[in-house]
């Protein structure tokens, strides 16, 4: 009897691909950049799994001429918004991803722009670099302290509540916005507070909502000049959560003091962007969850999937489990 075949797009954990080979014939993209849609579009031909990364498009148009055999997409990652879903809902494909198990190393990544940004550590170690040392002076350099300061959570799930765990340890005052408000503050010291509110009363405003049409540029200019002109504003979320002109205006002009994003529009941030040219601005290609335990587990979690798709049964982490009704 022939084995099921995989198509991985990249390559992932070593462990977790020779799990996979164990039950399945198994191809994996050799390269970094993601596998052109053209292939993706043969793969899903042939293939009775794939598992993705969020760099992969995976559309409406791409699911409804999948081959009959493909029952399964598993997503190394939490996040699914490269993924019709719906449309493989409506063709009987499982959607799998890899929920929980990078909340902490996001929530410390965070962290570490939050801290650079407000002590300028880039900055500092670009003009060491370049040559560039000032002798010590009260103006030289200098940042923002974090310590008793107000943090203002956007998003209050698992890893705006791991951000606003750390945020203890530095005696800060902690506001979050969410949709549950007022549900999920227990223990954690946070204070439940409208949009505007937020904005307006933080010294560093990080963003942790999923990205939907109600999140698209849910920070725009608007939304900027509410924030005190010494605010930071961090982004490991999505992109298209911030409207990167918007940013580039604020920073330019002093609305706000800085920006650390993880996360760009688009992505990758084109090399002409001027958000570039700015030395108030950090930014990092999308590696909040790089670090090498996490990326293990995830790998791992998405041939859990495959594994149990493949073997007849629901998958452990599905983002679409009306497939199964």
């Not at 949709?179 to 010291?189: F, I, S, T």
């Not at 507070?193 to 698209?216: C, I, M, P, R």
């Amino acid at each position: 009897m022939n084995k099921p075949a995989v198509f991985v797009t990249r390559k992932i954990a070593p462990s977790a691909t020779a799990r996979l080979a164990e039950i399945a014939q198994v191809e994996v993209w050799p390269h970094e950049d993601p596998p052109p849609y053209t292939l993706l579009q043969e793969r899903s031909g042939t293939a009775d799994a794939i598992i993705t990364l969020l760099t992969d498009k995976i559309d409406a148009h791409l699911i409804e001429n999948a081959g009959k055999q493909l029952k399964i997409i598993s997503q190394m990652a939490v996040g699914f918004d490269n993924i019709d879903v719906a449309a493989a809902t409506r063709r009987g494909i499982a959607v799998g991803n890899t929920p929980g198990v990078l909340t902490e190393t996001t929530a410390d990544f965070t962290w570490a722009l939050l801290m650079a940004a407000a002590r300028r550590v880039v900055e500092s170690d670009k003009e060491v670099r370049a040559g560039v040392w000032r002798s010590w002076g009260p103006d030289v350099l200098t940042g923002y302290d974090i310590y008793q300061s107000t943090l203002g959570i956007i998003g209050f799930g698992r890893i705006g509540q791991a951000v606003a765990r750390r945020a203890n340890g530095f005696d800060m005052r902690i506001l979050y916005n969410d949709p549950d408000c007022g549900k999920v503050e227990a223990g954690l010291g946070a204070e439940c507070a409208s949009l505007d509110e937020l904005l307006s009363q933080s010294d560093f405003v990080t963003l942790h909502v999923y990205y939907s049409k109600e999140t698209h540029h849910m920070i725009g200019r608007e939304q900027l000049q509410m924030m005190k002109p010494t605010a930071i504003l961090i982004n490991t979320a999505r992109g298209p959560v911030v409207e990167p002109e918007a940013l580039l205006w604020a920073l330019s002009n002093g609305i706000i003091a800085g920006a650390a994003l993880d996360v760009t529009e688009p992505e990758p941030i084109l090399r002409s962007s001027p958000l570039l040219a700015l030395p108030n601005i950090i930014i990092t290609p999308h590696i909040a969850s790089a670090s090498k335990a996490t990326r293990e587990r995830m790998a791992q979690i998405a041939v859990d999937n495959v594994i149990a798709g493949l073997s007849g049964e629901p998958l452990p982490h599905c983002a679409n489990p009306d497939v199964y009704r």
